[in-house]
């Protein structure tokens, strides 16, 4: 069998807090949405931003850490897998579906104050370490690129 790759890499800011539930064998499971923009030239010249909303849910220690410490606004650097789900709409009988990516390790990358959160600059892996880090990543700045800047 050929080798295959189900990898998603995210750097975005948090739509809303977090939602955390637990199942009923007590697993804690955290949902939340994260945008990320795209800046394109339109046809005009004109610069258009487009938003992509994308849906994300955490297990076990990475959604205890998304509870604690991940607040709508803060920008995030996640890494993750897509999952599809579907079923029957009890009311219309239509095949539903539902594309959602499953957290392994995420970064917060905001600074203390940052967006509507106040906590500081901390990473999650699925290796179960939590390391501090600096709230001045190379991540959380970005550089828009003109023409001008590209050699060719």
């Known amino acids: 069998?050929?080798?295959?790759?189900?990898?998603?890499?995210?750097?975005?800011?948090?739509?809303?807090?977090?939602?955390?539930?637990?199942?009923?064998?007590?697993?804690?499971?955290?949902?939340?949405?994260?945008?990320?923009?795209?800046?394109?030239?339109?046809?005009?010249?004109?610069w258009q931003d487009r938003t992509e909303w994308h849906n994300l849910v955490a297990y076990q220690r990475t959604a205890e850490i998304v509870r604690d410490y991940v607040k709508k606004g803060n920008k995030l650097y996640v890494e993750g897998r897509l999952q599809t789900s579907s079923w029957d709409d009890?009311?219309?009988?239509?095949?539903?579906?539902?594309t959602e990516i499953i957290v392994n390790d995420l970064s917060l990358l905001s600074g203390r104050g940052e967006g509507?959160?106040?906590?500081?600059?901390?990473?999650?892996?699925?290796?179960?370490?939590?390391d501090q880090r600096s709230p001045a990543e190379d991540y959380s700045q970005s550089t828009e690129i003109t023409d001008d800047d590209i050699p060719f």
């Open 1 to 46: 069998m050929a080798k295959s790759v189900n990898k998603v890499i995210l750097l975005g800011n948090v739509g809303k807090d977090p939602e955390i539930k637990a199942t009923a064998s007590g697993t804690v499971v955290a949902t939340f949405s994260i945008a990320t923009s795209e800046r394109f030239k339109d046809k005009t010249g004109n």
């Open 90 to 98: 009890k009311t219309t009988g239509q095949k539903k579906y539902k």
């Open 116 to 130: 509507d959160g106040s906590s500081g600059g901390y990473s999650k892996s699925n290796t179960a370490s939590f």
